[in-house]
């Protein structure tokens, strides 16, 4: 037995050390070898450091956004920072190298928090076994690699949500509360996710979330004071009211989301209106699906048993994000060890046998690429349709099991 232990942790630094030493050379390699200036890290920089250098109030100015970004990167077409206040007071540290440097700090930073996800989630959702497979699991979701190479937050997103799921399970509500609150920097995601757990009722988790978005909300009115505030909120409904310029229009058909594949089959025969109205109405039934199941499962399982729940809310609240990229669907891995470590995958029915087809198409880099290249990801959304639709399935099938009389369960309500 101790000497199998020892195989096992010998088995898991061979695999660490491999996948790491791998994953970080490219990541330095496009930092230091190729041109670093055209990815979204770009703009982050500039937010960064536009408020350490020349104050909050140019923050959100566009015109010295423009300025500072063409200096900086070169870049033809503005890429705006309409970030929140609190990421860019984060980003300001590392504005203090230049520009290739801390593209590669925020590239080592970001392997070490896919590091740290593998560590914490693996007890969680330990399929495959042996450690250098689900390390390959993880770093060959082409996802990962478009948030590592764009210098983007999801990994840190990916790490907040695992968080938000482990203490779920553990039974601290108001602690996954506050670890999905501090995901906010990218709130298009977020609050679909608190939308579900408000509808559940889960009032300690919406507790942990409410004191973690006003921690965030006094940091940003610290860095930027009322004045960039208002000027954040500006730019957002600057943004929101923009639905029909082109620029707008085919950034929408990059979300492989509900709105963006809408966006896309149906801008050729009715106005922006009409698909926001669809958009918001599709949106609302989904999450009240999932808020509704989850519930249920709530009074009728014990605590620590609903992964399989939490991957459906999780890939629910991505398609119904009003705002989500590639990089952010790296979110999915969690859906999919979720999901392949469940019960339900060993029945291999039909519904596993959809989530296979959509997982290894999520696999699949040359689909990403074609589609990016394009300008088309929205057309991923029907692969994401699917796999939600096959999981909230796999979900009613499990609470039709527990509430037979056969199951010896008893409805008792989760906290």
Same mark, same amino acid.
């Given at each position: 037995m101790a000497h199998a232990k020892s195989l096992t942790k010998t088995e898991v630094r061979v695999a660490l050390a491999i996948t790491t030493a791998l994953v970080l050379g490219l990541v330095l390699a496009n930092a230091f070898l190729f041109d670093p200036r055209g990815f979204d890290f770009s703009a982050m920089y500039t937010g960064g450091l536009i408020l350490r250098r020349d104050g909050p109030s140019k923050l959100y100015d566009l015109a010295q956004q423009a300025q500072v970004e063409k200096s900086l990167v070169g870049r033809p077409n503005l890429l705006p920072y309409d970030h929140p206040p609190f990421e860019a007071l984060f980003i300001a540290s590392i504005t203090k190298f230049n520009y290739r440097t801390a593209y590669a700090l925020w590239g080592v930073a970001n392997v070490l928090l896919l590091l740290l996800f593998q560590h914490l989630f693996r007890p969680f959702a330990p399929v495959p076994r042996r450690p250098i497979h689900y390390f390959m699991v993880c770093f060959l979701f082409f996802p990962v690699w478009v948030a590592l190479m764009q210098g983007q937050m999801s990994i840190l997103l990916l790490v907040l949500f695992s968080l938000?799921?482990?203490?779920?399970?553990? +039974?601290?509500?108001?602690?996954?509360?506050? $670890?999905?609150?501090?995901?906010? $920097?990218?709130?298009?995601? %977020?609050? !679909?996710?608190?939308?579900?757990?408000?509808?559940?009722?889960?009032?300690?988790?919406?507790?942990?979330?409410?004191?973690?978005?006003? /921690? /965030?909300?006094?940091?940003?009115? #610290?860095?930027? +004071? !009322?004045?960039?505030?208002?000027?954040?909120?500006?730019?957002?409904? *600057?943004?929101?009211?923009?639905?029909?310029?082109?620029?707008? %229009?085919?950034? &929408?058909?990059?979300?492989? &989301?509900?709105?963006?594949?809408?966006? &896309? #089959?149906?801008?050729?025969? &009715? +106005? !922006? @209106?009409? #698909?926001?109205?669809?958009?918001?109405?599709?949106?609302?039934?989904?999450?009240?699906?999932?808020?509704?199941?989850?519930?249920?499962?709530?009074?009728?399982?014990?605590? +620590?048993?609903?992964?399989?729940? $939490?991957?459906? =809310?999780?890939?629910?609240?991505?398609?119904?994000?009003?705002? =989500?990229?590639?990089?952010?669907?790296?979110?999915?891995?969690?859906?999919?060890?979720?999901? %392949?470590?469940?019960?339900?995958?060993?029945?291999?029915?039909?519904?596993?046998?959809?989530?296979?087809?959509?997982?290894?198409?999520?696999?699949? !880099?040359?689909?990403?690429?074609?589609?990016?290249?394009?300008?088309? *990801?929205?057309?991923?959304?029907?692969?994401?349709?699917?796999? =939600? /639709?096959?999981?909230?399935?796999?979900?009613?099938? @499990?609470?039709?099991?527990?509430?037979s009389p056969e199951s010896g369960e008893c409805e008792q309500p989760v906290n």
């Open positions: 938000t799921f482990i203490h779920l399970e553990r +039974g601290h509500d108001y602690r996954a509360g506050f $670890f999905l609150s501090l995901g906010l $920097f990218k709130f298009p995601i %977020v609050l !679909p996710f608190a939308l579900i757990c408000f509808l559940r009722s889960k009032w300690k988790l919406m507790m942990g979330f409410a004191a973690g978005a006003l /921690l /965030l909300a006094g940091v940003s009115l #610290i860095a930027v +004071g !009322p004045d960039g505030i208002l000027a954040y909120v500006h730019l957002l409904s *600057a943004a929101l009211s923009n639905n029909a310029d082109p620029a707008f %229009v085919q950034i &929408t058909r990059d979300l492989p &989301t509900l709105r963006g594949f809408l966006e &896309t #089959i149906m801008v050729s025969w &009715t +106005g !922006p @209106r009409w #698909i926001e109205a669809a958009a918001v109405i599709a949106a609302a039934i989904m999450i009240l699906v999932a808020a509704s199941l989850w519930r249920r499962h709530d009074r009728l399982r014990r605590r +620590g048993e609903s992964g399989v729940m $939490f991957a459906a =809310a999780l890939v629910v609240s991505l398609v119904t994000s009003p705002y =989500a990229l590639t990089h952010d669907l790296s979110l999915m891995l969690i859906a999919i060890l979720l999901v %392949v470590g469940s019960q339900e995958w060993s029945t291999k029915s039909s519904k596993v046998r959809v989530l296979a087809v959509c997982t290894g198409m999520l696999y699949f !880099p040359p689909i990403y690429v074609w589609l990016l290249n394009r300008r088309i *990801a929205s057309l991923l959304f029907p692969v994401l349709l699917c796999f =939600a /639709l096959a999981v909230l399935s796999l979900a009613v099938g @499990r609470l039709r099991t527990l509430a």
